[in-house]
């Protein structure tokens, strides 16, 4: 038995990246359900630096940063390998897990475009298109003929992606517009309706609803929070 | 072969020098090109065309970008060597890529704003750049390198902005070298390695080309 506990919040693409490696290795693991408005002292004790989500202990000791955990796990665990073996294929890999963090700082503003004017809103789509566009004529390893990032089966780049995609889908739910139009988009879009479907992403997908309603709820408390001040 | 190894470069770059210094740490024989950042060369824009900035690093004919990227990608392409950059034991490496982190997401963007901005921009920002310089002097402690006893990942990352220290303490007019001793004591340990001096230019210089910089930045307004 791994001595593994994850710190997270359920509804953070963040902790999910950490999540579906843990089942996609098979490993059992305590689940620790982080309140961002009251962290555990444990947290901030495990991450004093960015006092953030995810962290997984291991062994009682703790590693930060999501996609650093999730190459931490496949070291340790290499079953079901989700960086590539080839030091060049593993860089570019990483070059679109770092580009997918330029994608979440795009993605977030979303939350908060329901009070925005037309102007401002179409600004933020089109940043976010801007990247999605990038990545659909750019990145080589999304191809016609590999059903993913990693080609027959995902890697970290799916499941960088794949976090920030389901954000995504979220702004989209929540704001009732379609960003990822399958029209300016139809790679991408086929690559996540393929990695929604694999089995371990399926069962740890959270619900839709629910996101949209956490989502809602986050952003009510930080207004509550900006007119208190 | 020298022509395996190419590398776009600028020699202001923080980000270039970290590829320099991994590079000169491993032996390795490159073409180094500088580039024109107002005038990306063609070869550029088609090995970069994501981010269209330098390093790159072409090896036979294939690019590499995002500097730390790059440092790992050698570290792992060349790894029969004898100086890694990154340790071998799983949990050190995580704790070493979560620093290299720490430093691209605060050094440099704040730095910036430090020698780039007056007033109570760059006030704000000399007190992020204070807290940081805190939080890796606290993470150094007493040890001669970031990583212990090896030079490594870590020390490759931050090394590069030390040619940025003058530069803060003038414009901020504050003394790194008074509030953060230990820091500027590894700098000056590093800056004694042959691939870190050959790769980091002068303080002076580095001054010059920023106030210079800064001036154009300022002219757009």
């Known amino acids: 038995m791994e001595d593994l506990k994850l710190h997270g919040f359920w509804y953070s693409p963040f902790t999910m990246r950490v999540v579906w490696t843990l089942k996609l290795k098979g490993l059992a693991y305590e689940n620790i359900e982080e309140d961002r408005y009251n962290k555990s002292p444990q947290l901030l004790e495990y991450n004093p630096v960015h006092k ?29 390998p989700l960086v590539p073996h080839d030091p060049y294929d593993r860089a570019q890999a990483r070059f679109w897990v770092a580009y997918s963090e330029q994608l979440f700082s795009a993605v977030v503003p979303l939350i908060y475009v329901d009070i925005a004017d037309d ?37 970290i780049v799916d499941i960088a992606f794949g976090s920030m995609i389901k954000f995504l889908v979220t702004m989209e739910d929540l704001n009732k517009l379609k960003v990822l139009e399958v029209e300016k988009f139809p790679r991408l879009h086929s690559w996540f309706d393929n990695f929604k479907n694999v089995s371990i992403i399926k069962e740890n997908l959270p619900n839709r609803e629910k996101m949209c309603a956490i989502m809602k709820y986050i952003r009510e408390r930080k207004r509550e929070l900006q007119s208190s001040n | 072969m020298a022509d395996e190894v190419v590398l776009l470069d ?21 073409e180094g090109r500088e580039e024109d950042l107002s005038n990306k060369s063609p070869l550029l824009l088609k090995m970069n065309p994501v981010n269209k900035q330098i390093p790159v690093l072409i090896h036979k004919g294939r690019p590499i970008s995002e500097s730390l990227i790059i440092v790992q990608y050698i570290d792992e392409a060349w790894s029969n060597n004898k100086s890694p950059l990154l340790p071998s034991d799983p949990y050190q490496r995580a704790n070493a890529r979560f620093w290299a982190d720490y430093i691209d997401k605060k050094i440099y963007s ?10 109570e921009v760059q006030e704000k920002a000399k007190e992020e750049l204070r807290e940081s310089f805190r939080v890796l002097e606290k993470e150094l402690a007493e040890k001669t390198y970031f990583g212990g006893d090896m030079f490594g990942l870590v020390d490759v990352a931050l090394i590069p902005f030390y040619s940025w220290f003058y530069t803060l303490e003038t414009t901020a007019n504050f003394s790194i070298t008074e509030e953060f001793p230990r820091l500027v004591s590894w700098a000056k340990r590093c800056m004694q390695r042959d691939s870190v001096s050959n790769s980091v230019p002068d303080q002076y210089k580095i001054y010059d080309f920023l106030l210079d910089l800064k001036k154009k930045m300022h002219s757009i307004e």
């Open chain 2, 10 to 30: 600028f020699w202001p770059s923080p980000f270039g020098m970290r590829v320099r210094i991994a590079l000169a740490e491993k032996g390795i024989d490159y």
């Open chain 1, 119 to 155: 102007e401002e809103k179409e600004k933020v789509i089109e940043k976010v298109q801007k990247l999605l566009k990038d990545i659909e004529d750019q990145c080589v390893l999304l191809d016609d003929e590999k059903k993913f990032f990693g080609g027959d089966n995902i890697n």
């Open chain 1, 52 to 80: 953030k989500t995810p962290v997984l202990v291991h062994g009682g000791k703790p590693i930060c940063e999501s996609m650093i955990i999730v190459q931490y796990i496949d070291e340790l665990w290499p079953q079901n």
């Open chain 2, 110 to 119: 704040t730095g910036r704003l430090v020698w780039g901005t007056t007033g």
